[in-house]
């Protein structure tokens, strides 16, 4: 079983729409990260959490919002998705004392029409 | 402004035809460089931490290499499962955060 999970894998939405992605993980990590991969701009940070009470804006939450509903489960909404919000989604988790030793998950696609 | 340079942005290789990408990066303290690779439509994976110029880190065919102002990664002989795009990163801010300024990646091909 993989360690760090993501629903759904694929999304399609209309402009305006609520979506909500969501993360778990099974490696008993307390940190979890949401990135966004674009063509030509790489993976950059929306939001990143030290723990369930702990959660941070990264380089472009706007349009953005998380929960961190247990260590294990984080997610990502998007309360009124835009086209630009098409992208590649990745959580990503790490041990307190290895922040930069990340795991990622498979990715969410992300379709805005 | 901290940032990161990957280049060449694609190389082809012929299998055991040895090369190596480079990653430059500004930042106003190091406080480590990493190396992921990432498969087409999969996350990235980690693969190495160098912390201070002149370490080198090894496995299997690859070698990461740092200095003052880049880092190398040396492939030797590769196969085509090397394929993928290798991404290199550096902490922003305090090290301590997970807050990782990512390269574009170069995305290596090699062809059996």
């Known amino acids: 079983d993989a360690d760090v999970t993501q629903t759904p894998r694929n999304r399609i939405t209309k402009t305006g729409k609520r979506i909500m992605l969501e993360c778990s993980q099974t490696?008993?990590?307390?940190?979890m990260y949401w990135y966004r991969q674009d063509p030509g701009l790489g993976l950059r940070l929306i939001y990143y959490?030290?723990?369930?009470?702990?959660?941070n804006k990264g380089e472009i939450s706007d349009g953005y919002s998380v929960s961190r509903q247990a260590q294990a489960k984080f997610s990502l909404s998007l309360e009124s998705a835009i086209p630009n919000q098409t992208a590649l989604y990745f959580c990503?988790?790490?041990?307190?004392?290895?922040?930069?030793?990340?795991?990622f998950g498979p990715g969410t696609r992300l379709t805005v029409l | 402004e901290d940032q990161v340079t990957q280049s060449p942005e694609a190389l082809r290789l012929q299998e055991g035809e040895s090369s190596s990408l480079n990653c430059s990066y500004t930042v106003s303290g190091l406080r480590g460089l990493f190396w992921y690779r990432q498969d087409p439509g999969k996350g990235p994976e980690f693969l190495f931490t160098l912390y201070s110029a002149g370490e080198e880190k090894e496995k299997e065919r690859l070698k990461a290499t740092l200095t003052k102002k880049e880092s190398f990664l040396h492939i030797t002989a590769p196969k085509p499962e090397d394929s993928a795009t290798y991404l290199c990163?550096?902490?922003?801010?305090?090290?301590?955060?997970?807050?990782?300024?990512f390269g574009q990646g170069t995305t290596l091909q090699v062809k059996p």
């Open positions: 959490s030290f723990d369930v009470k702990d959660i």
């Open positions: 990503a988790t790490s041990e307190r004392t290895r922040p930069n030793e990340q795991f």
């Open positions: 990163a550096v902490p922003h801010g305090s090290s301590n955060t997970g807050k990782l300024i």
């Open positions: 490696k008993g990590h307390d940190r």
